[in-house]
């Protein structure tokens, strides 16, 4: 009962009593504060408790019912609905952690312990961060600015950055002015921000299945309804899109459109213009998160749905993460004009403003640049571990019953496990010859689609990328074999919440 306790209910706020309950009770199962299984107070004593009516109570259980976040039994009580995570205790675990993984996975963290290969992260080495030039540039941005490089920078971001990207742009064909550019803490404060900013309780969005974890948990994080539409080879199914749009009206679609995060495809420019033509069509925005277009090793044609939105309908986010440096926290929006207000006091609400300091030294890389010639060398460094890891799959995974399409570019590479295999029993089998893979389930709404697994090269040298692939090839082919005998059907896994 302790816990609940900690409950403080506001009855000035403007929002139901039972929402606030609702919200508190859903985040202490979403943080594992109560655990699955566990019972939730009756209604009486809890209403006792925080001081309301038993109708509150009765209101907020309903919802945590309705939302899949608890169950009833008749007669026994409510108690918290088991995730997909506290049912794996019948994977044979042995003495791995694999509950505690995946459920860091969720959270998009994952242990790596020394002398593992890792396809498991798609965060690139630190070896290949210029911190040398950082350094420079740091060095002259204090000598000019002073202290003014520490104070609060504007909430929209250091003007001369934003005319700094608005010049980078033009070379990826996207024409807009300072105005509409948005500079965040990294693209994942950018789709919170964008989230933030459109989407009420219940709201839906259109997503592509599988997506990355990350935006499904800002989502889930607003209580929205969450619509995925499957992504095939040349980008998502368009006619799926189109009858989902039509049905849900959401408040945007998220999209990855150049090598998508966790597959690896890119949309064909047929689907990308298809895509503006709906977005005009049913009156909504498309959110593209271009977290990598910049890698694209043998695809003619990388371009951005904001290149081609004559509409303005496309609101486009920048992450630097996987080509810079990530713990510099660094991205930016290009968003439509009449959205400015909106998304301005979003991000103002989130953190005020990205940092300054960091926004002028990123301004000087691209003034003086050195940009391209970073940008450059990482093309190289991953073009190299891009065609190494093709060469490899192809020559060690040949013959194994696994499926993949190799993508034109980017980072991750995807697999699927022939039907019925359970990718995280997968995990397990490599964590055990220090090789780490990741499992697909994740990437999925509903979290219940195990098969698929993610291969990812940014963390891993071309050396080593030889010795994980022919390891993991052996993994698997043992794994097949081995739990033939206990397989079970698609039919016997249990929907998730
Ligand atoms: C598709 C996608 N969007 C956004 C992010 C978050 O990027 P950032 O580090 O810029 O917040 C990631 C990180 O992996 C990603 O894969």
Same mark, same amino acid.
């Given at each position: 009962?302790?816990?609940?306790?900690?409950?403080?209910?506001?009855?000035?706020?403007?929002?139901?009593?039972? %929402?606030?309950?609702?919200?508190?009770?859903?985040?202490?199962? %979403?943080?594992?504060?109560?655990?699955?299984?566990?019972?939730?107070?009756?209604?009486?004593?809890?209403?006792?408790?925080?001081?309301?009516?038993?109708?509150?109570?009765?209101?907020?259980?309903?919802?945590?019912?309705?939302?899949?976040?608890?169950?009833?039994?008749?007669? *026994?009580?409510?108690?918290? =609905?088991?995730?997909?995570?506290?049912?794996?205790?019948?994977?044979?675990?042995?003495?791995?952690?694999?509950?505690?993984?995946?459920?860091? %996975?969720?959270?998009?963290?994952?242990?790596?312990?020394?002398? %593992?290969?890792?396809?498991?992260?798609?965060?690139?080495?630190?070896?290949?961060?210029?911190?040398?030039?950082?350094?420079?540039?740091?060095?002259?941005?204090?000598?000019?600015?002073?202290?003014?490089?520490?104070?609060?920078?504007?909430?929209?971001?250091?003007?001369?950055?934003?005319?700094?990207?608005?010049?980078?742009?033009?070379?990826?064909?996207?024409?807009?002015?300072?105005?509409?550019?948005?500079?965040? *803490?990294?693209?994942?404060?950018?789709?919170?921000?964008?989230?933030?900013?459109?989407?009420?309780?219940?709201?839906?969005?259109?997503?592509?299945?599988?997506?990355?974890?990350?935006?499904?948990?800002?989502?889930?994080?607003?209580?929205?309804?969450?619509?995925?539409?499957?992504?095939?080879?040349?980008?998502?199914?368009?006619?799926?899109?189109?009858?989902?749009?039509?049905?849900?009206?959401?408040?945007?679609?998220?999209?990855?459109?150049?090598?998508?995060?966790?597959?690896?495809? =890119?949309?064909?420019?047929?689907?990308?213009?298809?895509?503006?033509?709906?977005?005009?069509?049913?009156?909504?925005?498309?959110?593209?998160?271009?977290?990598?277009?910049?890698?694209?090793?043998?695809?003619?044609?990388?371009?951005?749905?904001?290149?081609?939105?004559?509409?303005?309908?496309?609101?486009?986010?920048?992450?630097?993460?996987?080509?810079?440096?990530?713990?510099?926290?660094?991205?930016?929006?290009?968003?439509?004009?009449?959205?400015?207000?909106?998304?301005?006091?979003?991000?103002?609400? *989130?953190?005020?403003?990205?940092?300054?300091?960091?926004?002028?030294?990123?301004?000087?890389?691209?003034?003086?640049?050195?940009?391209?010639?970073?940008?450059?060398?990482?093309?190289?460094?991953?073009?190299?571990?891009?065609?190494?890891?093709?060469?490899?799959?192809?020559?060690?995974?040949?013959?194994?019953?696994?499926?993949?399409?190799?993508?034109?570019?980017?980072?991750?590479?995807?697999?699927?496990?022939?039907?019925?295999?359970?990718?995280?029993?997968?995990?397990?089998?490599?964590?055990?010859?220090?090789?780490?893979?990741?499992?697909?389930?994740?990437?999925?709404?509903?979290?219940?689609?195990?098969?698929?697994?993610?291969?990812?090269?940014?963390?891993?040298?071309?050396?080593?990328?030889?010795?994980?692939?022919?390891?993991?090839?052996?993994?698997?082919?043992?794994?097949?074999?081995?739990?033939?005998?206990?397989?079970?059907?698609?039919?016997?896994?249990?929907?998730?919440?």
């Amino acid at each position: 009962m302790e816990i609940y306790k900690e409950i403080h209910l506001d009855k000035n706020s403007p929002q139901h009593l039972y %929402m606030q309950l609702f919200y508190k009770i859903r985040q202490f199962i %979403m943080d594992g504060q109560l655990k699955a299984n566990e019972k939730l107070p009756p209604i009486r004593q809890l209403a006792n408790t925080l001081g309301v009516n038993t109708s509150t109570i009765v209101n907020a259980y309903g919802l945590l019912e309705k939302e899949g976040f608890v169950y009833k039994k008749i007669g *026994s009580g409510t108690f918290v =609905s088991p995730r997909k995570d506290d049912r794996l205790e019948d994977v044979v675990l042995e003495k791995y952690p694999l509950d505690e993984d995946i459920r860091l %996975m969720d959270r998009g963290q994952i242990q790596i312990k020394e002398n %593992m290969i890792s396809f498991a992260s798609a965060t690139p080495t630190s070896d290949l961060f210029p911190v040398d030039d950082f350094k420079i540039l740091l060095n002259e941005v204090l000598d000019r600015d002073k202290g003014d490089a520490f104070g609060y920078q504007e909430s929209q971001g250091y003007y001369p950055l934003r005319e700094s990207l608005v010049d980078y742009l033009k070379e990826i064909n996207i024409e807009t002015n300072s105005e509409n550019v948005q500079i965040i *803490s990294g693209a994942q404060q950018g789709i919170d921000v964008i989230a933030k900013a459109f989407v009420d309780y219940k709201d839906t969005i259109i997503v592509e299945s599988p997506t990355y974890t990350g935006a499904i948990g800002t989502f889930k994080s607003r209580g929205a309804k969450i619509v995925s539409v499957p992504i095939l080879e040349d980008g998502i199914d368009i006619h799926l899109l189109e009858e989902n749009i039509k049905k849900h009206h959401p408040k945007f679609v998220y999209l990855m459109p150049n090598f998508q995060n966790p597959t690896g495809y =890119s949309y064909s420019k047929e689907k990308k213009l298809k895509i503006i033509e709906l977005a005009d069509k049913y009156n909504t925005f498309i959110v593209e998160d271009d977290y990598l277009s910049d890698l694209s090793f043998y695809n003619n044609d990388n371009a951005t749905l904001k290149s081609l939105d004559e509409n303005d309908r496309i609101i486009y986010i920048k992450s630097f993460s996987k080509i810079f440096m990530p713990g510099l926290r660094l991205g930016f929006l290009v968003i439509p004009k009449k959205i400015h207000h909106r998304i301005l006091a979003a991000k103002h609400t *989130s953190d005020i403003s990205t940092s300054g300091l960091n926004q002028r030294v990123f301004d000087l890389y691209l003034r003086k640049g050195i940009w391209k010639k970073h940008i450059r060398y990482m093309e190289k460094i991953y073009r190299e571990r891009f065609d190494v890891m093709k060469n490899c799959i192809e020559k060690y995974f040949k013959d194994i019953d696994i499926s993949y399409i190799l993508p034109k570019g980017g980072l991750n590479f995807w697999f699927s496990l022939p039907e019925g295999y359970d990718s995280n029993k997968l995990y397990v089998e490599g964590a055990k010859n220090n090789i780490l893979i990741l499992p697909g389930s994740i990437f999925f709404i509903s979290q219940n689609e195990s098969r698929f697994f993610r291969l990812s090269i940014a963390a891993v040298y071309p050396k080593d990328i030889e010795i994980g692939i022919k390891g993991l090839s052996q993994v698997i082919k043992r794994f097949i074999k081995k739990d033939t005998k206990e397989r079970k059907g698609p039919d016997s896994y249990t929907p998730l919440l």
